[in-house]
């Protein structure tokens, strides 16, 4: 590529008509004065046209017919769906894991609420392993020790 | 039917109308095609790979919502499945980094002008040399005639991305053109400005 004042990538989109405003102005006003970007504009619009000139390339069938039963035959089997279909069925899945959700957080909640009394000992024993002393040991400051069972 | 733009097409075809599907293949085999077949640089593979890019993309187009256009879709899809191509070939080439290679300037020579237009007569045999993400931008861009934007949908890059992109990859291709080059000029030592 010809000396273009380090303007490449610039003088690129511009030959792409991809700038605009202010830098498209200013492209346009330096290639005036400017034959090193003028032959670097040059070669990239030469390779433009070689592009253009490329044999067009063709499929050379027509590939819509051989495609459809292809198609048919992939939603037959069952692992796309047919185009048009009612597909809220997909959804089933995740509605019913939602559905599950709820039911076991309320099951859960109403244990919270109204659940059964500890098995065993007074209410509240369960939690004496979250005392400051747990059970068994010995008590060194009253005041932070509350009576046995009142928790 | 052939007067609908594409979305609408699809929106026919989403509700299994034949004709629909019969149209949209009618317009975008040939450029899948011949996308497919520069980018892997074989016709052969490339008619069995368009056909595997339509399927999966009308099997996909149930699922398929109007925030792209179809073409940059359909594009995306024979991209990707012509990479697989490559990848299960080994013969991808990637640009180390993003376009972080340099090339050399060469001033302004009639000679090596002529040399230029010489060798781009030969333009399918320097594509085939071409780095992969050079080549397929290249073909969007040249070949397609795709906007900056759509080039960013169907590679995942965004704009300023593309257009530097897009400059390296000509530079590329130019340097391929222009070998053997003739001595850098003394006023021709700059780099080139690769900011976007």
Redesign the interface.
């Known amino acids: 590529m010809s000396n273009d004042c380090g303007m490449r990538v610039h003088l690129s989109a511009y030959a792409d008509g991809e700038l605009a405003g202010a830098l498209r102005a200013g492209i346009e006003a330096h290639l005036q004065d400017c034959p090193g970007c003028t032959a670097a504009l040059r070669e990239l619009e030469a390779l433009r046209g070689a592009f253009r000139a490329l044999p067009p390339l063709a499929a050379g069938v027509d590939l819509a017919p051989v495609l459809w039963p292809r198609l048919e035959r992939e939603r037959a089997a069952g692992l796309w769906p047919r185009a048009g279909a009612y597909r809220g069925w997909r959804l089933a899945p995740l509605s019913l894991a939602a559905a599950a959700t709820v039911v076991i957080g309320v099951f859960l909640g109403t244990l919270l609420v109204h659940g059964p009394a500890p098995v065993g000992g007074a209410p509240g024993a369960a939690m004496a392993l979250f005392d400051p002393v747990p059970p068994g040991g010995i008590c060194l400051a009253s005041r932070l020790c509350p009576p046995a069972g009142k928790i | 039917m052939q007067r609908l733009p594409d979305d609408e097409c699809v929106a026919l075809?989403?509700?299994?109308n034949?004709e629909a599907?019969?149209e949209l293949?009618?317009r975008y085999?040939?450029r899948v095609?011949?996308y497919i077949?520069?980018l892997i640089g074989s016709?052969e593979e490339a008619?069995e790979l368009?056909?595997e890019t339509?399927?999966k993309a009308?099997?996909g187009?149930?699922?398929w919502r109007a925030n792209a256009p179809f073409r940059a879709w359909l594009f995306q899809i024979a991209s990707n499945t012509a990479i697989d191509t490559l990848r299960r070939r080994r013969i991808v080439q990637y640009v180390p980094m993003d376009d972080e290679m340099d090339?050399e300037?060469?001033?302004?020579?009639p000679e090596r002008?002529a040399h230029?237009?010489q060798r781009?007569?030969d333009?399918?045999a320097l594509l085939a040399r071409l780095a992969h993400e050079h080549r397929e931008i290249?073909l969007l861009?040249?070949?397609e005639e795709m906007?900056?934007s759509e080039i960013g949908e169907i590679l995942g890059l965004n704009e300023g991305t593309v257009?530097?992109r897009?400059?390296r990859a000509?530079?590329a291709?130019?340097?391929l053109c222009g070998t053997p080059l003739p001595a850098a000029?003394p006023?021709?030592t700059?780099?080139?400005?690769?900011?976007?």
């Open positions: 075809y989403q509700k299994g034949k599907f019969v293949v009618r085999q040939d095609y011949r077949a520069r016709r008619l368009t056909q339509l399927l009308f099997l187009l149930s699922d090339f300037d060469h001033g302004t020579d002008n230029i237009a781009l007569r333009l399918e290249l861009r040249e070949i906007s900056y257009k530097s897009i400059a000509r530079a291709l130019l340097a000029t006023a021709s700059g780099k080139w400005n690769n900011q976007q």
